[in-house]
């Protein structure tokens, strides 16, 4: 089976992420990118909601996270993120998830961290 790629590009969420004492008082800006594969031919056909991944959903679920969720490490946020997709959409069969925090480091624009996911290897 041909899997399709949907995207959610750039979804800005605030939260308590980091090692430091004022980040974990302090909310910051966290942007995730996901590429999700799912086979989207059901959907196609019917042009129908209850044929597709719902990426509103996802999206919403993905946002609830980032704002009460509070991990240390970005590694812990997007293996979670990417747990969170698997489990919430049975359609997708694999997640790659990127995680920025905007500012993190002085001299550079962002930092982040991508991973990939899938849910036979779970």
């Not at 240390?72 to 969170?84: N, T, V, Y």
Request: charged content about 25%.
């Amino acid at each position: 089976m041909d899997l399709d790629r949907l995207h959610i590009i750039d979804l800005s969420a605030t939260g308590i992420i980091g090692i430091k004492p004022d980040e974990r008082l302090n909310p910051q800006k966290v942007i995730t990118n996901v590429t999700m594969w799912v086979d989207t031919s059901s959907a196609a056909v019917s042009d129908n909601i209850t044929d597709a991944a719902n990426y509103r959903t996802i999206s919403k679920a993905l946002i609830a996270h980032i704002e009460n969720g509070k991990p240390m490490l970005l590694e812990r946020l997007a293996q979670e993120l990417a747990d969170l997709i698997l489990d919430t959409e049975p359609r997708i069969q694999e997640v790659e998830i990127r995680i920025e925090k905007p500012g993190a480091l002085r001299h550079a624009r962002s930092v982040g961290i991508s991973i990939h996911r899938s849910r036979v290897s779970r």
